[in-house]
């Protein structure tokens, strides 16, 4: 798979390099901003970019983020941040959350982790960070059905936004396949959500319900 990363911390831009071609990955190019980053675009099959770039140090990876998927609709982008900014992971859920991710910087020392989200982004899936999640689910009203939750279904709910499916959930959670199941099912009938939605259109749904 082909990977272009855009980060403008050296250390950090150098050492995602050499972590993603020890983990057999094609880095075809590593820049420090969003226009050089675009002109790499054609030549890779996912992209890594930070969310702060120069010149403004602001927003710029977001920018580019969406002008890639402009150009090339789908294009898988896993975004990385310096610390949890639900906002940046609004807009970017907007502009549609097909081949998405958006990580905490830190994630990336838990490689394992951070290889599978990049997998899973490359493969159409869709990547939130557990503290984004965690800070989405805080924000509902205390009338919310989300607060009808047991705390094990609110686990659940919240492995279910990050984008796991039934057994990564048992597995983090250390349960069966068939608990998980029945977990997802209470859940889905206390918010009303769509018992049928399976997969990718389940983590869709989960995550515009604790956006709305």
Known sequence: MRIVIAEDDTLLREGLALLL?????????????????????????????????PPTHTSE???????????????????LS???????????????????????????????????ALRRVAAGGTVMDPEVISQLMSRRRADDPVQSLTPREREV???????????????RLV??????????????AKLGLAASDSGHRRVLAVLAYLRS
């Open 82 to 116: 310096a610390y949890v900014e639900d906002r940046y992971a609004g807009e970017l859920l907007a502009r549609g959350a097909d081949g998405l991710g958006y990580l905490l910087k830190e994630r990336v020392g838990k490689v394992a982790a951070f290889v599978d």
């Open 175 to 188: 349960v069966t396949e068939t608990a998980v199941s029945k977990h997802i099912g209470n859940i889905f």
């Open 61 to 79: 990876g977001l920018k580019a983020a969406a002008e890639a998927r402009a150009r090339r609709p789908g294009f898988p982008v896993l975004v």
């Open 21 to 53: 071609r020890s983990e057999g990955f094609d880095v075809v190019a590593a820049v420090d901003n969003g226009d050089d980053f675009l002109a790499h675009l054609d030549e890779a099959d996912a992209a890594v970019l930070d969310v702060r770039m």
């Open 157 to 171: 709910l919240g492995l279910m936004a990050e984008g796991l499916d039934n057994g990564s959930i048992a597995e």
